[in-house]
């Protein structure tokens, strides 16, 4: 079992935003890969957090030099100055390294599926790939619906939720991921985010109805890849 990745959000302004789980995650890092040294100095000191481990600048450390912390079972968090790590910083290349070599990601706090998920996928990255919201799968799902979601089809990375009444809705579910998307589009499905069970499953369009019928999983969340990525 290797280190946990803990990518974080901060408030750094108001320091009772930021919640318990996140407090505990910096304080049991063995190291701080932050965006700014000096900026999350201040801010560990104000969050009364007596930090011991390495505080590094994501600048200055290397996705390697980070993974091996993990591989060496020690937790490391990534710390932006505001915000999401990872999300217009470098921060990404760690995250998307980590990805590759199925360690364990954990978002901290888990307050948006969505964004939570896009970071999980694996495609954020500073080129800032168009993403698109596209709902939640249900048996309400009209013609005019999968109009929308068909109009970012091709080069746009597309978030979706999976209803617990999408097996209610089999037909509509094909006709989006086949008429739409055809049968071999990557995509990255996700359930449990943010648990300690959290569960990553990479597959192609073709694949996913049966996949998502296997795990039995009342919410599924599905980040649909460009025909790019």
């Not at 932006?80 to 921060?91: K, L, Q, T, V």
């Not at 080069?155 to 086949?178: A, Q």
Request: hydrophobic residues 40%; contains cysteine; glycine residues 6%.
């Amino acid at each position: 079992m290797s280190g946990i990745l803990y990518v974080i959000g901060i408030n750094r302004d108001n320091l009772d935003d930021n919640a318990p789980s996140v407090m505990s995650a910096l304080k049991n890092s063995a190291l701080i890969a932050c965006e700014s040294k000096a900026d999350a100095e201040v801010f560990l000191k104000n969050a009364g957090i007596d930090y011991k481990g390495d505080l590094i600048s994501m600048v200055n450390i290397t996705p390697e030099a980070v993974l091996e912390y993990l591989d060496n079972k020690s937790n490391v968090s990534l710390l932006s100055d505001d915000g999401y790590a990872a999300i217009c910083d470098p921060g990404f290349d760690i995250l998307n390294k980590a990805l590759e070599k199925s360690h364990n990601v954990r978002i901290l706090p888990q307050v948006s599926a969505i964004l939570s998920s896009w970071l999980l996928s694996g495609l954020i990255s500073h080129r800032n790939q168009d993403f698109f919201f596209g709902g939640m799968i249900n048996f309400h799902w009209d013609e005019q619906q999968i109009k929308i979601i068909s109009d970012h089809a091709q080069d746009t990375c597309i978030f979706l939720s999976v209803h617990p009444d999408w097996n209610n809705s089999g037909d509509k579910l094909n006709e989006l991921l086949f008429d739409v998307y055809g049968n071999d589009r990557k995509v990255t499905l996700l359930f449990d985010i943010g648990t300690n069970r959290q569960t990553i499953i990479k597959c192609h369009t073709g694949q996913l109805v049966e996949t998502i019928r296997s795990i039995d999983h009342k919410y599924v969340s599905l980040v649909i890849h460009p025909t790019n990525a």
